[in-house]
C-alpha cells in the first residue's frame, strides 16, 4: 500500500470566504494528525493490478465549527455541494444531489485539481414514496494553464426501483481534451401500468472546474 501525503495547506485557504458565505465548516468529525494537520479529505485509488493508493489531505487549521451552514458529509458519496427539488405538476417531485470527494473550497480556489463527483437523482410520489433512485460518478481533471478538462473511471447506476425494469443503460463521455467535459448517464424505465419513462443525469467540468 502507497500513501501520498499533500503537502499542507495555507490556514488562509479555509478562513477565506466565498461570494459572501460564511467561513469553511465541516460536520464529519475533526481528525488530526500532529505531523500533517487536520485531515480535510482521504481518497482511495484502486490500481488495475489489485493494489491502490491513498491520498490524503491535511490543513494546518482546523475547519471551523461556527458557521451557520457546516458542510454536510456523506460516507458513501462526499460532501453535498448543492440540492435541487424539481416539482412535477402532478404533485410528484424528484431531488437531485452533487456531491465531491474533496470540499468544495479547495476546487473553487485551485486553477487545476483532480476530484471525483457524483450526481444522485432520486424520485417521489406526490405521497413522498421513493420510486426511484440513480447516480452518476465521474473523476474530473481540470486546468486554466493547458484550457482543458477531462472525464475518466466514470460509473453510473440505478439505486433503487420500487416497481417496474430497467432497460437499456447508456453511459457516454463526450469533450474530453477540451474546454468542458461531461458524463450522460440514461436509462429507459418501464412502470407497472405500461408506461415508459427516459432518464438522464449528467456532470460536466469546464477548464475552469465542476459546473453541474
Request: aromatic share 10%; charged share 20%.
Amino acid at each position: 500500500m502507497k500513501k501520498i501525503y499533500k503537502g499542507l495547506l495555507a490556514a488562509t485557504l479555509l478562513t477565506s470566504t466565498i461570494a459572501g458565505s460564511t467561513a469553511f465548516a465541516a460536520s464529519a468529525p475533526l481528525v488530526y494528525d500532529p505531523d500533517h494537520g487536520y485531515l480535510i479529505s482521504t481518497q482511495r485509488i484502486e490500481d488495475s493490478d489489485g493494489g491502490y493508493t491513498i491520498e490524503k489531505i491535511y490543513s494546518s487549521q482546523a475547519p471551523s465549527l461556527e458557521s451557520k451552514e457546516p458542510l454536510i458529509y456523506d460516507p458513501d458519496n462526499g460532501y453535498l455541494i448543492s440540492t435541487r427539488r424539481i416539482e412535477q405538476s402532478d404533485g410528484s417531485y424528484t431531488i437531485e444531489k452533487i456531491y465531491s470527494n474533496q470540499p468544495p473550497i479547495f476546487d473553487t480556489l485551485q486553477s487545476y485539481n483532480t476530484d471525483i463527483f457524483r450526481k444522485t437523482m432520486a424520485q417521489y410520489s406526490a405521497k413522498g414514496t421513493l420510486l426511484l433512485s440513480c447516480r452518476v460518478t465521474a473523476t474530473f481533471d481540470w486546468s486554466l494553464d493547458s484550457e482543458i478538462s477531462r472525464a475518466y473511471r466514470v460509473s453510473g447506476e440505478v439505486l433503487y426501483n420500487r416497481s417496474g425494469k430497467v432497460t437499456r443503460n447508456f453511459l457516454v463521455t463526450e469533450g474530453n481534451e477540451t474546454e468542458k467535459s461531461s458524463v450522460n448517464y440514461s436509462f429507459t424505465r418501464h412502470t407497472p401500468s405500461g408506461a415508459k419513462e427516459e432518464h438522464v443525469i449528467s456532470l460536466a467540468c469546464t477548464q475552469k472546474g465542476f459546473t453541474e
